[in-house]
């Protein structure tokens, strides 16, 4: 597409769709023409993928995750199309700067971090390999919060993404779906006399398919993101409102639509959330009867499912998925209760994301009754069978089978959700070797033990388009002028950086171009925050959920140390440094929100006091989100990955970090053991307890306050923040903090910190060497291929999914 095709295009959407003369039309009316002129060119590759998709016989995969967290559109698609420089000319000769429309797209933030994220990378690298997919999710009228800074809190505010619109998506409304709710079964005969059992639900909603394509990396494969939107089945309750309760009959249309209003903002599930079960099970329900709905349009009988769809669980969320195809096949498809088991569990795959106990979904049986009655009984059926089938081929005793049932008797009982994916699933996996391993050791040991053919491990990876190429243009020209572009879609490739490392003039070159960065980030940082930051100095930055197993405060105790150190000698020489955080805390997590206070409280002492505001600043970039995330990753030095060890499933943050040619400074959690793995233990600061060690300590009985004790610097460092000397003279704000790290420190944060301030103590020595620090950064960028997601994409294809890849011709180009 050229430059002037570009320009015609924008202007006729400028009058046909938008209806602005271009005298009138604003910097988002201009955005719009264009996304609606790119989304034209994505729609041309979206059919031709369909159509072979209806042509040949094919399998899908289908990533049913509750959330997405995309990041803006328009820069991706223009990379992966490759027309980034006609669009740049086409938007100046109409007197507009592609960056501004750029700034115009509000991200749609549909996804809580990790997790949502992964899900995108997924997407993106699906396509780029050519294989054919559908991402089902929510379409969540209102996304993550977004998050300003008043006072150093934290205040949540509505993330209204879609209030100008989104050009990114199609409305299907002849794609729509009922999923009902509530009422009873009974027992009923068939036409053949056969007894079976129906659902008579009390309540129904409709589901609408809004479609977004998801264009690959330079091929004409564009896949598709199906988000289900809640609606009422009839606009009114005619039968009300002839009664004259008008009020009643709008009821219904409001319960039904608040379905997918908003997405619940905690990264670890909190438990019993009535409308959080219907937002699961009304996206899971369309999406599996969107896929029975495709299986025979195709003219397809219903054994073939499993060869025609992979349908892989994003954590539990989905996970009632299972149930939900039993119900469908057994009471609608009146297939054979065995012939239905057997397609179900050949169909899922299930990825568990978390180890952490509290985040384990359950849901409450009595609610589970009253939402799903069908689905209570079917899966009292998957038990029985499941447990009769424990007793009688594997021996197991009545504690052994009470730890593998589907239901936790002990106390009130509550449905385990991750048993039932487990139990429906042919393949089960975490995300990074340690939390697969300590899978099966832990949480997931009982069904390890009955199924170990199952369990398998697809470490995490994050795509090298967005958060590479697209968010760190000048090292990819840098890299690509050295070693070519190939290391774009063959990140393995990046290793023939390593010989550069040893060029004095290369490695300058890098230096350049991580300052430039930084300068950048400096920018964007002064204009959120009013805190100056100099781009000469190392840019340390802690960037993802606050969560007091990831351990912000962790951090906050090193700048305080540093502080001391240089109120008792200012003079004291230390490599300047810029403390950078940020990230989102669920609103109603106490601890994380006065962590993010601390910070800010010890940010505004740091930065404004003389003696140390010199070689010491401390920022918090508000709102940390996708689109921040491209300017914060590629500028920083140094990378905190340093979550209690056994807790972290794996996280991506570190991998985007890595890529960009940050060095770490980490625990052996999640993937950090194997970026360690890759870019070699020369190459990264390694501190901390391992797993094992932390189950030691705490099984003998931890003693935080112990620790403090036997350390001056932690002692003067807790008692500072106590004494309110970060609060003005507040003595109450962070008591809870503190009480909690005195009294149980449940993430051994005290055991940890004289280990990580001598780590720290390594950083600075390293940093003052600074071809020493750029031949290591290089030689992470350069050994951090595997952590791309078409590495992870790949393995899911070739090892669970069993998804080929189909290139896409474009037929007629007109
Ligand atoms: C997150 N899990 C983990 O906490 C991260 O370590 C991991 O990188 C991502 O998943 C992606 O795998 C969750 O958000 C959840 F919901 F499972 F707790």
Redesign the pocket.
Known sequence: MSAPEIKKSILDHLTYSIGRPPSLASKQDYYKALALTVRDRLQQHWVETVQAYLEQDLKVACYLSAEFLMGPHLGNNLLNLGIENEVRQAVKEMGCELDELLAEEEEPGLG????GR?AACYMDSLATLERLALGYGIRYEFGIFDQEIRDGWQCEITDKWLRSGNPWEIAKPEITYYVNFGGHTEYYRDEAGAERIRWVPDRAVKGMAYDTPIQGYRVNTCNTLRLWSAEACESFDFQAFNTGDYYGAVDDKVISETITKVLYPN???EIGKRLRLLQQYFFVSCSLQDMLRLLDAQGQPTQRFPEKFAVQLN?THPSIGVAELMRLLVDERRLSWEDAWDITVLTFGYTN??LLPE?LETWPLPLFRELLPRHLEIIYEINARFLASVRETHHQDDEHVKRLSLIDENGEKRIRMAHLACVGSHAING?AALHSELLKRSVLKDFYELWPERFNNKT?GVTPRRFMALANPKLSELITRTIGDGWITHTEELRMLEPFSEDAAFRKEWRLVKQSNKQQLADYILKQTGIELDPSWMFDVQVKRIHEYKRQHLNILHVITLYNRLKRDPKLAIAPRAFIFGGKAAPGYFIAKRIIKLINAVGEVVNNDPDVNKKLRVAFVPNFNVQNGQLIYPAADLSEQISMAGK?????GNMKFTLNGALTIGTLD?ANVEIRDEVGEENFFLFGLTTEETLRLQQQGYRPYAYVEGNSELAEAIRLIASGHFSHGDTEVFRPLVDNLCQSDPFLVFADYADYIACQDKVAGVWKDPENWTRMSILNTARAGKFSSDRAIREYCDEIWDVRPVPIMIKDKT
């Open positions: 809580n971090g990790g997790l992964l990264d670890e599930p954590d994301h978390t985040a995300v995490n972290e499933a794996s996280g991506t999640g």
